[in-house]
């Protein structure tokens, strides 16, 4: 579907799901911002096996290499590098 051609509705979708994670970010952010220098928050196990499991499921399923290919894959680069950025200024 082209983007011009996205419901009408699709842009709210987006805006909730980026205020309920960065509501869940600073959440995150408070609960373990204590005494403790070694405090890590439950959720850095998370980060390193949920994308693991997304990857093994879809290789499993024979469908990671028909994702992967892209018309422009420097538009996806890009978009990956501004993701990258704005998480790792986020815990800063």
Same mark, same amino acid.
Do not use: E, Y
């Given at each position: ?27 995150? +952010? ?7 220098? &070694?405090? $890590? ?6 980060? *390193?096996?949920?994308? @693991? ?9 024979? +469908? ?7 018309? &422009?894959? $420097? ?6 590098? *501004?993701?990258?950025? @704005? ?6």
């Amino acid at each position: 579907m082209h983007p011009a051609a996205a419901p009408p509705w699709a842009s709210s979708m987006k805006c909730a799901s980026v205020t309920v994670f960065t509501v869940l970010a600073t959440l995150v +952010k408070a609960a373990f911002n204590g005494p403790c220098d &070694r405090c $890590r928050p439950a959720g850095v196990l998370q980060v *390193v096996l949920c994308p @693991s499991a997304i990857v093994a499921r879809l290789m499993w399923r024979r +469908k990671l290499d028909p994702g992967l290919q892209d018309r &422009r894959p $420097r538009v996806q680069l890009g978009r990956g590098l *501004v993701g990258t950025l @704005s998480i790792g200024l986020n815990f800063l």
